[in-house]
Every structure is written in C-alpha cells, then in structure tokens.
C-alpha cells in the first residue's frame, strides 16, 4: 500500500536566501502518528505548509493520497485539516458559523449534525454562539481543531498543538488524536 503522504528531495530557500528545507524525504503511513522536533527555525512549519499546500517548494515533490500537492492542489488540500499555530479567522464571528464556515471552504455541504458533534466533543458546544473574541486561549485551540475537523480530513496537521494551553486541554487534545488515530485519520 502506498503512504498516505509521500516526501521525495523536498527543498525550500525562500527568497531572503534562507534554506528552510534542505533535500528531506519521508513516508508517512496512514494511520500513524508522528513529531516533527526540532529548534525555532528548523523547517518543522515550512514543511506542514508545504505538504498543506500552503508554500511551494523550491525543488521535490509532495504527494498526498498519491496527488501532488501543487499540479492537484484542490484533491489534496480536501484530504488534509491543519490546525496553525495562531488563530487566524475573525474575532466577531461565532464559533459554530466559524466551523461551518470552514467545512464550506473545502466544499461540503453543511452538516450541523458532524458540527454540533465537534463542539461536543471538543466542549464548545456551550460556547458555540458566543464570538471568538470572548472565548480563552485554550477554547480558541478548541476552535481550530474543529475547523480543521470540520470537512472530515483524513489528515490532521497539528502545528504546536499544545503551546500555550493548559495540562487539562493538553490531556484532551492527545486523547483526541487517540480516538481520531482510531477512525484512521493519520
């Protein structure tokens, strides 16, 4: 069986001459769960943005459920939820139209039944009409992980998934990947 997402001589220099990614390659199977560590500035978030199809690489290839993230961006870009490292969407907004939003952006139908389901598990569900704005640090993490749920991903990228929150939400978003590990989300 092929990897679910495949990385062959993935290279990035942007244009101030910073090499960010220098000739990576890697397989990542479906279903499995792995870190990328290493040091501020290491390329960790370079290359989620790559295989995201958020930045081009420079040189390689990238290939996600056997399509290539740049010649098939849109197939690829369905099959992956990313949950960035800072809140980036509209403060006055409420959290359910936030996530209802984003499942839209990646071209589902609205669900209110999967997104109600999300808020509950994620314990939202109480917030879920209250403005982003007026949620904590910790339930605006909550937020962008439902986002990125929202469309039913088989992959889930989580770029700092545990700065900034505290040992209670960080127990909760580990025994989501858990079950989410479970259904087959990589």
Request: with cysteine; glycine share 8%; net charge positive.
């Amino acid at each position: 069986m092929a990897p679910i997402i495949s990385i062959r001589s993935l290279s990035k220099t942007y244009s101030n001459g910073f090499k960010a990614l220098d000739n990576v390659s890697l397989d990542i199977e479906e279903g499995e769960i792995i870190a990328l560590l290493g040091p501020n500035g290491a390329g960790k978030t370079t290359l989620i943005s790559i295989v995201c199809g958020i930045t081009n690489p420079s040189s390689g290839q990238v290939l996600v459920a056997g399509h290539d993230v740049v010649k098939d961006f849109r197939k690829t870009r369905g099959e992956i939820g990313l949950v960035p490292q800072e809140l980036t969407t509209d403060m006055f907004e409420t959290v359910v139209n936030t996530v209802s939003f984003s499942r839209g952006l990646n071209g589902k139908k609205p669900n209110p039944a999967l997104v109600e389901s999300l808020l509950r598990e994620l314990t939202l569900f109480e917030k879920r009409n209250n403005a982003l704005r007026e949620l904590s640090g910790g339930m605006k993490r909550r937020v962008l992980i439902a986002k990125a749920l929202s469309h039913e991903p088989r992959i889930l990228f989580l770029d700092e998934p545990t700065a900034g929150v505290d040992v209670a939400l960080r127990k909760d978003m580990w025994q989501l990947v858990s079950r989410l590990r479970q259904t087959g989300v990589t």
